[in-house]
């Protein structure tokens, strides 16, 4: 379980320090505050390779498709950690908690490197290293991987750790792959655990009457029967948000003392199934010990995570993110005070002014 | 920015402090109504959750609370609601005392320590001295309608203001008691620098102090 994060010189952070990391973490601010650079941060920090970089790349919209100088296409893909755009500042990402989570991540630009390999016929064949330097740092131990730059293309390096399955990033807007879902609802199944995920799932949509792993054309697919038309249907077919929300709650039961990160909980999911969303999250993460961090816009959403977690608000806290004058600022809010104030119809998302507290006549 | 908080019982409790604040001149409080007197903690919940900059340099805050008919069990309810929004370390050990916590807490009971009714009670002496004919016939109305057997000084107080304001007030007989306080057009039906509110000014004017 992550108990803090420092965040340097890290896209719009020049310097944020968190600690106090619940079990559950509820992420809120305006956009462009940091949301979702924070949730990249540690996901980066978290995985073992510079790959994982170029993913977030992709999540955030940019195309995979490059052209030009390899040298300055590496140096374009990765300049956009660099807090504003400064290729001198090494950006840093530390974790510390109670396990593997415990790393630091340093992305240095220093100076490439050729290599000629020894089987080369000519120098043609021979590989560059990129500037980029991603270097892990477990207590004293590095762990370095770079980005390969070769005639047939990128190759990213791996630091080779035995890193846990069981940390997972969902992006805002980016659909989760149908044989990712059939994958780990497999897994769940191995471990024992399908049966909870599945009535889970059906008590969320009384219309489910089972959840299978089906194939389609050659593919490994989640499929759901439909009650009343007998149907099984992939739930990539039937709805991404569905889609989605099997996709988190399969990632919490994976393997228990996970870390999932999600980036607005609250896309895809209907009003009404917030609640029952929001008490199986909650559900998922106690039962499976999982550290969630949720990000999310909505108050609906909000409302009904207050609900959901009755009177068990002390594994909860509410962080709250602003555009600081130089760079953003993080707010912890208790579990207890997020409730209550969520009950007196708060608005938790944003500081209020420090206006005239007398309210209209209207109020009255 | 104001270190201090008033947290009331309702809307009209709030305009009536704005009123009493401005008007014996005592140093500026945030007000926040909470909506009833079991949603104080609710309502100190929110004020952190929304201004939280003015939370962070809070020094006191003051729970105003009315006696009704059980000044004890009012009180020890007003303790539990700060007991759940501070801990136990902020609960005062009696009304109009400062715990030591940070920040200060303290409990303003209405009209006053250990006497029964409510803001409407507090404020009938002023009222009637505003308006001493109607006052008299607003007393014998009560006592025609036996309201003395009601055995309830805090309902007692509601309805005696209430006739008295509907007798005064043609153009707006349901007049809002936060109205009646804030509203140029009715001033004078409860005059807010009257000697009923003084012992509740000195008792604020004193929390600016500590």
Redesign the interface.
């Known amino acids: 379980m992550l108990d803090a994060t420092w965040i340097e010189n890290f896209r719009c952070f020049r310097q944020l320090s968190i600690k106090g990391w619940a079990p559950v973490n509820v992420i809120v601010g305006e956009n462009g505050a940091g949301k979702t650079t924070l949730l990249e941060a540690m996901f980066l920090a978290m995985s073992g390779s510079p790959q994982k970089g170029l993913l977030l790349r992709q999540f955030r919209g940019n195309d995979a498709l490059f052209q030009g100088d390899p040298g300055a296409i590496v140096d374009a893909i990765y300049a956009e950690f660099f807090h504003r755009l400064d290729l001198g500042q090494s950006p840093e990402i530390k974790l510390r908690g109670k396990g593997q989570e415990n790393r630091t991540l340093k992305i240095i630009r220093g100076r490439g490197n050729v290599r000629i390999p020894r089987d080369a016929a000519t120098t043609k064949d021979a590989e560059i290293l990129s500037p980029i330097i991603f270097d892990w740092w477990t207590g004293k131990k590095r762990h370095t991987a770079g980005v390969k730059v070769t005639p047939k293309g990128f190759e990213f390096e791996n630091t080779g750790e035995q890193l846990p399955s069981n940390w997972f990033f969902y992006a805002a807007q980016t659909p989760v792959p149908a044989r990712e879902n059939a994958d780990r609802f497999a897994a769940v199944r191995r471990a024992g655990g399908a049966e909870k995920f599945v009535s889970t799932f059906k008590s969320l949509f009384d219309w489910i009457d089972d959840i299978f792993v089906d194939s389609s054309v050659g593919t490994p697919v989640l499929s759901a029967v439909d009650r009343y038309q007998r149907v099984p249907l992939p739930l990539t077919a039937v709805s991404g948000g569905i889609n989605r929300m099997a996709a988190i709650l399969l990632a919490i039961a994976l393997r228990p003392k996970g870390i999932v990160l999600v980036d607005e909980i609250e896309n895809g999911v209907f009003f009404t199934k917030h609640l029952p969303f929001a008490r199986a999250l909650l559900r998922f993460s106690r039962e499976y010990d999982c550290q969630l961090f949720l990000s999310t816009h909505s108050q609906e959403w909000l409302r009904a995570f207050a609900e959901a977690a009755e009177d068990r608000v002390a594994d909860i806290a509410l962080w709250r993110l602003s555009r600081g004058a130089k760079t953003p600022e993080m707010r912890r809010f208790t579990g207890h005070t997020f409730k209550l104030g969520i009950e007196q119809g708060a608005e938790v998302r944003r500081e209020k002014g420090d206006q005239e507290d007398v309210p209209s006549p209207s109020d009255m | 920015?104001f270190p201090r908080l008033l947290i009331c019982e309702g809307?009209?409790d709030?305009?009536f402090l704005?009123k009493l604040i401005e008007t014996w001149k005592i140093q500026r409080f945030?007000?926040?109504?909470?909506?009833g007197n079991t949603?104080f903690?609710?309502?100190?919940?929110?004020f952190?959750?929304?201004?939280?900059?003015?939370f962070n340099g809070l020094a006191d805050v003051v729970v105003v609370a009315d006696n009704n008919d059980a000044p004890g069990a009012r009180f020890d309810n007003a303790c539990a609601e700060i007991r759940?929004?501070f801990g136990a370390s902020a609960v005062p050990s009696g009304p109009q005392v400062a715990s030591k916590s940070k920040p200060r807490c303290s409990v303003l009971m209405v009209p006053w320590t250990g006497v029964e009714g409510t803001l409407e009670g507090l404020c009938v002496d002023a009222a009637k001295d505003a308006d001493k004919t109607t006052g008299a016939h607003v007393d014998a109305f009560l006592a025609t309608l036996k309201a003395e057997t009601w055995q309830s000084n805090s309902r007692f107080g509601k309805a005696w203001l209430r006739s008295n304001l509907a007798a005064r007030c043609a153009v707006d007989p349901f007049v809002?008691l936060?109205?009646a306080f804030n509203?140029k057009k009715h001033a004078g039906l409860i005059p807010i620098k009257h000697k009923s509110f003084k012992q509740i000014a000195d008792f604020l004017a004193k929390v600016e102090k500590t």
């Open positions: 920015m809307a009209e709030h305009w704005h945030h007000i926040q109504p909470a909506g949603k903690a609710n309502a100190i919940s929110q952190e959750l929304e201004k939280t900059t003015a759940k929004a809002p936060g109205k509203d």
